[in-house]
T-cell receptor, first 111, second 119 residues
Framework: AQSVTQLDSQVPVFEEAPVELRCNYS??????LFWYVQYPNQGLQLLLK??????LVESINGFEAEFNKSQTSFHLRKPSVHISDTAEYFC?????????FGKGTKLSVKP | DAGVTQSPTHLIKTRGQHVTLRCSPI?????VSWYQQVLGQGPQFIFQ???????GRGNFPDRFSARQFPNYSSELNVNALLLGDSALYLC??????????????????FGSGTRLTVV
């Protein structure tokens, strides 16, 4: 079965600084990868996904993630964060059409 | 367009009771999945339904059951509630299901969840 490891449970960062949220998954022949964001008291919102093709995927709000097959990683990055990016971020991998989530990383952006 | 709607938003139950949670998928979506998110953890897969048939089941006891109706809405039922069942229950809808992950081309859309507290 697939599994996902998010290496940092909490990441504090100052506004306008760059950030990287790390995600590793268990190896598989083919894999689909996702990042979801969860704001307080809300459900999950899809941030970006890798299905095939270019290994670099981008979201509309400045986040990007790179699929690295050799390192089985799918790290999420943003060159300059805003206060509004404060949320919990979940990495997920597909498993027979269902999603296996990591434990989440709480991103806290400070002024 | 309405997104995935879940009801109720919050619920408090006593140990041993039964609970029913409801989910309406996005119009046109035929697949509904249920996830449990315990505080401080990532969501865990419970069930997936497509065209009113169960297509996947996670590692949850038989106290958990679900069904999908002809209009593609879904119910999650939990019997004999335990304190450990306290969690945010999330419903996700997608257009169609494929064991090979074809549904993921359309993406999962999650509802805001039902917060269940068992006392």
């Amino acid at each position: 079965a697939q599994s996902v490891t998010q290496l940092d449970s909490q990441v504090p960062v100052f506004e306008e600084a760059p950030v990287e949220l790390r995600c590793n998954y268990s190896s598989s022949v083919s894999v689909y990868l996702f990042w979801y964001v969860q704001y307080p008291n809300q459900g999950l919102q899809l941030l970006l996904k890798y299905l095939s093709g270019s290994t670099l995927v981008e979201s509309i709000n400045g986040f990007e993630a790179e699929f690295n097959k050799s390192q089985t990683s799918f790290h999420l990055r943003k060159p300059s964060v805003h206060i509004s990016d404060t949320a919990e971020y979940f990495c997920a991998v597909s498993d027979k059409g269902n999603l296996i989530f990591g434990k989440g990383t709480k991103l806290s952006v400070k002024p | 367009d309405a997104g995935v709607t879940q009801s109720p938003t919050h619920l408090i139950k006593t140990r041993g009771q039964h609970v029913t949670l409801r989910c309406s998928p996005i119009s046109g979506h035929k697949s509904v999945s249920w996830y449990q998110q315990v505080l401080g953890q990532g969501p865990q897969f419970i069930f997936q339904y497509y065209e009113k048939e169960e297509r996947g089941r996670g590692n949850f006891p038989d106290r958990f059951s679900a069904r999908q109706f002809p209009n593609y809405s879904s119910e999650l039922n939990v019997n004999a509630l335990l304190l450990g069942d306290s969690a945010l229950y999330l419903c996700a809808s997608s257009y169609r299901h494929s064991p090979l992950g074809g549904v993921l081309n359309y993406g999962y859309t999650f509802g805001s969840g039902t917060r269940l507290t068992v006392v």
